[in-house]
């Protein structure tokens, strides 16, 4: 039997659920990287970035490329810097709805005061 679609987009998203899978993503996104590039930007520890390439290559979601000793990353698909872009769209849009919100809820205290611990 057959692993039903919205599971299989669950476990998609999973995979994107991690800050520095979505930072490795948006950099390929750029461009082709080596390793070493990514390592200087991304300021994690090496071995942590490296785990998290290994997940994005199971995923198929990255593609690898070896040059002598240098690693290069790029994404499989162009489609996955689309969905970056999506996703930022929505963050916008939803941030922004929250944002106008907030000021509602300010002009609206009679008061003018912020909510106490602010």
């Known amino acids: 039997m057959s692993t039903p679609l919205y599971r299989l987009k669950a476990e998609f998203f999973k995979t994107l659920g991690h800050p520095v899978r979505i930072r490795v993503l948006e950099l390929l996104s750029e461009r082709e990287h080596?390793?070493?590039?990514?390592?200087?930007?991304?300021?994690?520890?090496?071995?942590?970035?490296?785990?998290?390439?290994?997940?994005?290559?199971?995923?198929?979601?990255?593609?690898?490329?070896?040059?002598?000793?240098?690693?290069?990353?790029?994404?499989?698909?162009?489609?996955?810097?689309?969905?970056?872009?999506?996703?930022?769209?929505?963050?916008?849009?939803?941030?922004?709805?929250?944002?106008?919100l907030l000021a509602d809820l300010r002009a609206a205290d009679p008061r003018g005061e912020r909510p106490a611990g602010r």
Do not use: K
């Not at 290994?54 to 489609?79: D, N």
């Open 34 to 100: 080596a390793v070493s590039e990514m390592l200087a930007v991304m300021g994690v520890e090496a071995a942590h970035l490296s785990q998290q390439l290994a997940v994005l290559r199971r995923a198929g979601l990255v593609v690898a490329r070896r040059e002598g000793s240098t690693v290069y990353y790029t994404l499989a698909a162009p489609e996955v810097a689309e969905l970056l872009r999506v996703a930022r769209t929505i963050l916008t849009e939803v941030l922004t709805g929250q944002a106008e």
